[in-house]
């Protein structure tokens, strides 16, 4: 997927069939669907794909364990079809990019034989929703067991444990995928390029005014209908339409960290089913490294959200009471913040009360708009958005959905230990081959071969498997331009490692300068707005010692660096 390609398509003067706005979860899932129905479709995105919430989830695919437990307490069937839903699409999502998302077992110790009982209730029937996509039977296990699989754990208060199935996925590659998938079958599909008006004709929308923030160009597309796909910034792009149109979302902030290996053990995860406060953690294997999240807030709607250094003393006291080695400050390698999108009903409370609950709107003028949801139901949202699209813009009704078992690039030729055949055939240690496969799937080989013919085999960190190889294929065949692109979405380098990021950086931008022709200037920039985007939190440092600016300019990962005195740690007390 070249993106000037994509762009000399965009500009060409063709009517699509559809316009969709938006390249995180749900509009690259729409742009997928739309395109394999045989639909003209192009999608358009202000920043980078999954940019803003959908590269920054907590990293699982899940039918939603608490909205069960709600579910059944309250008598909501509404939350009860979303669990039931979420359990049928985690399953599909597993089977169609196998080698972006695998099932994972997580453990919730509790402290009396009721508490596990009542657990495991629910989560049998967690099990028994999934129906034939079930990942697993919940099982419960005594104390002693508990302490023998997760001995990282503290359970000196515990009676026993609970360990059940959910998924994870790497959510940024799975949106460039779900991106390069639509694009193979005839869509078009364009990121940093931002909506500035939309085109109307007799009172009904008929395109969009376009702008390219690399070059500057603007133009005019034309569409038979317009499908508002932005997330949290939904309400934005309903006024662009209707500067009167109500507000219909209200978002919450996600907090995370991530640590150091070893905080868990590599196949088990943590599950804290209820704070003080109602929400829900998990700390989780992921990348290598330990993700811990999310925190619930509620939130303004920013292009940029900044952790708030009281989010994250939140998550390391907790962390704390439930580790045998307390987590502090100097333990986190990265932190970062997501807008989540929730339909908001003002007669509820609190963004933790709000169901993940998507919701298709139609304005007087056409624009269709599908609001809230959740990554594990992006495919099933996609699909009651190109339904009723058809519908509404004249498209052709019943032309079938086929993406339920619609393997993505990069699954076609997958299977579960092709990493291993790869080290062999090609002589590349066994974690380069395992790391290649775990972001490529059957393209890994093809990311080798770019590599021996640029000599790009060389890891753009020491301390990381991820090789030069990968950014040129990013430029290449992914749409990467920016240094971000690359640093926190193509890889997942900067949301484990900001530190170690932000040293690769110069690396990086080199062999993206030389893809995309940067002069030195642009290389320059290029590594001081990473450095300023990476600076957010630098383990138990003051952020002068990290020798960053103090400030973010771009991506959200915090406006002010969270710093630690030298030894000072939250104070933990028992929960």
Not at 180 to 208: F, M, P
């Amino acid at each position: 997927m070249d993106r000037q390609e994509q762009l000399a398509r965009l500009q060409d003067g063709e009517t699509f069939d559809l316009l969709v706005i938006g390249g995180g979860a749900t509009g690259c899932g729409i742009a997928l669907d739309a395109a394999t129905r045989g639909l003209r479709v192009a999608l358009v995105e202000r920043d980078d794909f999954a940019q803003g919430t959908s590269s920054k989830s907590t990293k699982l695919v899940h039918g939603g364990v608490r909205y069960l437990e709600k579910a059944i307490l309250k008598c909501d069937r509404e939350q009860f079809n979303l669990v039931r839903e979420g359990l049928r699409e985690r399953g599909r999502l597993l089977k169609n990019a196998p080698h972006l998302a695998h099932a994972i077992r997580l453990m919730t110790p509790v402290k009396t034989w009721f508490q596990a009982a009542y657990i495991f209730a629910g989560l049998v029937l967690y099990d028994l929703l999934a129906g034939r996509l079930s990942l697993g039977h919940s099982r419960v296990v005594t104390r002693r067991k508990a302490k023998k699989l997760f001995p990282q754990l503290n359970l000196d208060d515990y009676k026993a444990a609970v360990i059940y199935a959910d998924g994870q996925f790497n959510d940024a590659r799975m949106a460039v995928t779900l991106a390069r998938t639509a694009a193979a079958y005839g869509a078009v599909c364009a990121n940093h390029v931002e909506v500035t008006g939309l085109v109307k004709e007799n009172g009904r929308i008929r395109g969009a005014n376009l702008r390219d923030r690399q070059s500057g160009r603007a133009w005019t597309v034309a569409a038979k209908g317009v499908i508002n796909a932005t997330g949290p910034f939904a309400d934005a792009i309903r006024r662009m339409d209707d500067p009167d149109a109500p507000g219909m979302l209200k978002v919450s902030s996600g907090i995370h960290i991530l640590l150091e290996s070893g905080t868990v053990p590599d196949d088990l995860s943590l599950m804290i089913p209820r704070t003080e406060d109602g929400r829900v953690l998990f700390m989780i294997p992921w990348q290598g490294h330990v993700l811990f999240g999310t925190t619930d807030e509620p939130a303004d709607i920013t292009v940029d959200p900044a952790p708030d250094c009281k989010d994250v003393d939140y998550l390391l006291r907790y962390a704390s009471a439930y580790l045998r080695k307390p987590v502090t400050g100097r333990d986190v390698l990265a932190v970062w913040n997501g807008l989540r999108p929730l339909v908001f009903d003002p007669k509820k409370g609190s963004t933790q009360e709000l169901a993940r609950t998507h919701v298709l709107t139609e304005s007087p003028s056409g624009l269709l708009t599908m609001a809230g949801g959740k990554w594990t139901s992006y495919r099933a949202m996609a699909e009651d958005a190109v339904d009723a699209a058809c519908a509404a813009f004249g498209l052709g009704e019943g032309r079938p959905c086929v993406t339920r078992e619609l393997r993505l690039i990069g699954s076609r030729a997958y299977y579960p230990e092709a990493w291993r055949d790869l080290a062999a055939r090609e002589n590349i240690a066994e974690e380069l081959a395992r790391s290649l496969y775990s972001l490529y799937g059957d393209e890994a080989g093809t990311v080798l071969a770019l590599g021996r013919e640029l000599d790009l085999l060389t890891p753009i960190h020491p301390e990381h498997p991820y090789i030069g190889a990968e950014v040129a294929f990013a430029v290449r065949r992914e749409m990467a331009v920016r240094l971000g692109d690359v640093l926190l979405r193509r890889l997942p380098l900067g949301l484990v490692d900001m530190r170690h990021a932000e040293e690769a950086a110069p690396v990086v931008a080199a062999i993206m300068g030389r893809e995309l022709g940067w002069d030195e200037d642009r290389r320059v920039r290029e590594v001081e707005s990473a450095r300023r985007l990476l600076a957010t939190w630098f383990s138990g440092q003051d952020a002068s010692q990290a020798g960053s600016a103090d400030t973010l300019a771009e991506e959200g990962l915090g406006k002010q660096p969270c710093s630690r005195p030298e030894g000072d740690g939250p104070t933990v007390e028992a929960l």
